[in-house]
């Protein structure tokens, strides 16, 4: 249980096109979701929060403008990359909460390699 | 504001010897404690977690992970590697369920 996808798991893209990321919670339902980005030999910093049905929250120094959160059902939140430029390349990956247990715990997904030519 | 200091960049252990990876967290209430591990361009495997309890955790692949409030540690441990533990280790220091700040790793390389 408690599996996360996020599809496409890569992309190559212009420069100036926009790219849609899905993240979907496959066997349970997540009221928040997370983004993060991962650049090469680097660790995970976090984008945002996704809430269910309210706007992201944006962590300081990522632009709202630019990568749009939509966390429109229980099991699906969508990070959209617009204006891609070649610094977007990077690995983003998504995380889900749900409950293991009584606890709650992130659930990642697989990760989704963005490259802007 | 919670952080995560892996001082360890690069650990190089040969198969079958004992790992230690160490982990230094600052937050400012009881943490909740994570390790994780990422194979190459793969996402992140939960290997344990310490919320509260047993201060010494095991987790899956014969990880453990012991929380030693008084060192603000929280280091991970396998007594005897396996060639398929190579990979990249993260701890991540938050609240169940709040965002997560991770450490920025520790590159594990198994010598034959």
């Known amino acids: 249980g408690a599996v996360v996808s996020q599809h496409p798991s890569w992309v190559i893209c212009k420069s100036g096109t926009s790219v849609k990321i899905e993240c979907r919670s496959l066997?349970?339902?997540?009221?928040?979701m997370f983004w993060y980005r991962q650049f090469p030999k680097q660790s995970l910093m976090l984008m945002a929060t996704s809430n269910e049905g309210s706007k992201a929250t944006y962590e300081q120094g990522v632009e709202k403008d630019k990568f749009l959160i939509n966390h429109a059902s229980l099991t699906l939140s969508t990070l959209t990359v617009t204006s891609a430029h070649p610094e977007d390349s990077s690995f983003y990956i998504c995380?889900?909460?749900?409950?293991?247990?009584?606890?709650?715990?992130?659930?990642f997904g697989p990760g989704t390699r963005l490259l802007v030519l | 504001a919670q952080s995560v200091t892996q001082p360890d960049i690069h650990i190089t252990v040969s198969e079958g010897a004992s790992l230690e990876l160490r982990c230094n967290y600052s937050y400012g209430a009881t943490p909740y404690l994570f390790w994780y591990v990422q194979s190459p361009g793969q996402g992140l495997q939960l290997l344990l977690k310490?919320?509260?309890?047993?201060?010494l955790v095991q987790g899956i692949k014969g990880f453990e992970a012991e929380f030693k409030r008084s060192q603000s540690s929280f280091n991970l441990r396998k007594p005897s590697v396996h060639w398929s533990d190579a990979a990249e280790y993260f701890c991540?220091?938050?609240?169940?369920?709040?965002?997560?700040?991770f450490g920025g790793g520790t590159r594990v390389l198994v010598k034959p």
């Open positions: 991540a220091v938050g609240a169940a369920g709040n965002k997560l700040t």
């Open positions: 995380s889900a909460v749900g409950l293991a247990g009584t606890k709650e715990t992130q659930y």
């Open positions: 066997d349970f339902q997540a009221t928040t």
């Open positions: 310490y919320f509260s309890g047993d201060t």
